[in-house]
């Protein structure tokens, strides 16, 4: 193989996140400034899988850098985990010989799929998108500082509320099994408390949250804004335990799949543009099985065997400050 691909294969897949398609742009531009064609797949691997693959041109991505969600598409494909499915998508991509470098945007289970594509002999290049944020080796994921964005528009609109009719108000955000969207949204909207998965919340965790509460009405506070992480405990059932044992009229706001969708920050679609463009370099200079990586201001490339099936470390100062400052 050439250290100049004939072509390179971009996809997205799993979660979408804002900004995916500011990376697609990126990779399709920088590209075509290196004279390199692009085809885009269609769906991530079950479109892969499925020979759903078009050209794309400098045209092609125009009028796409502000907007959510991907213009390919994306699916979560068991099929392609299988080794039955495994061995049809690498055929498909040996049916286009053309292709001889692969860009791949997605979270954790979309960079197995590309790892084990690195190691059937394809070039592959990791770019991390995920609104979780979760993904080790970068500081952040695209997509991230706009769900944080999201999630905090939210929390001031509902504080507004919960201070007009002195409630408490529990906002559920997404995250699954991690906190960086809540501690986030929750420091930067200046919630009375944080739950995060990565501090077990029980019976004990439960009264203390309720005593806070109470300890703040006191105090003067006529209002309070909790926010949950989804993978932390049930926003619905806290919340009527919390009503339950403070007789204080609270509410539970489920944000939902709302965090996924709108308009990229504009440090999304900066960060995105980054990555995409290392990406394609990397894949030039002939390197694979890698991720780009946001460090220290600037991105950098780490190996995708550091990455896949590791789990990335809240910073615990964060969570602890947040208490601190909700005093």
């Given amino acids: 193989m050439t250290s100049r691909p004939k072509r390179i294969g971009v996809l997205t897949s799993g979660g979408d996140a804002p900004g995916m398609n500011a990376a697609i742009r990126a990779v399709v531009r920088k590209a075509a400034y290196e004279g390199i064609p692009v085809s885009g797949i269609k769906r991530g691997y ?3 899988i499925g020979g759903e693959i078009e050209s794309l041109n400098e045209r092609s991505v125009a009028d796409i850098i502000h907007r959510g969600g991907t213009m390919l598409g994306s699916a979560r494909s068991e099929k392609f985990q299988s080794p039955a499915g495994f061995k049809e998508a690498c055929s498909r991509l040996r049916q286009q ?4 470098g692969l860009v791949i945007i997605g979270g954790g289970g979309t ?3 590309a790892l084990k594509l690195h190691e059937a002999g394809f ?3 990791g770019v991390p998108g995920s609104i979780d944020n979760d993904i080790p080796g970068t500081e952040y994921s695209i997509g991230f500082d706009t769900a944080v964005d999201t999630a905090l528009e939210a929390i001031e609109r509902l504080r507004d509320t919960a201070a007009a009719h002195n409630r408490v108000f529990l906002v559920e955000v997404m995250g699954r099994d991690s906190g960086f969207i809540a501690l986030a949204a929750g420091l930067a909207g200046g919630a009375e408390a944080v739950l ?3 501090i077990p919340v029980g019976a004990s965790q439960v009264d203390q949250l309720c005593r806070g509460i109470l300890a703040s009405f006191t105090r003067g506070k006529r209002h309070s804004v909790i926010v949950v992480a ?4 049930s926003a619905i059932d806290l919340g009527r335990q919390v009503e339950e044992k403070t007789l204080l009229e609270t509410r539970v706001t489920v944000l939902g799949h709302v965090q996924r969708g709108g308009r990229p920050t504009g440090f999304d679609r900066t960060l995105a543009s980054l990555m995409g463009a290392a990406a394609v370099d990397a894949i030039i ?3 694979s099985g890698c991720m780009t990586a946001w460090r220290c201001g600037r991105v950098e490339l780490v190996p995708l065997a550091e990455v896949v099936g590791q789990r990335k470390k809240i910073d615990l100062s964060l969570y602890e400050l947040a208490k601190v400052l909700a005093i």
């Fill in 97 to 100: 010989p053309s292709i001889e």
């Fill in 46 to 48: 079950a479109g892969l």
């Fill in 111 to 113: 960079f197995r799929g």
């Fill in 196 to 198: 995060i998965p990565e």
């Fill in 285 to 287: 200079n002939g390197q």
């Fill in 123 to 125: 070039l592959a290049v």
């Fill in 230 to 233: 989804e993978g932390a405990t």
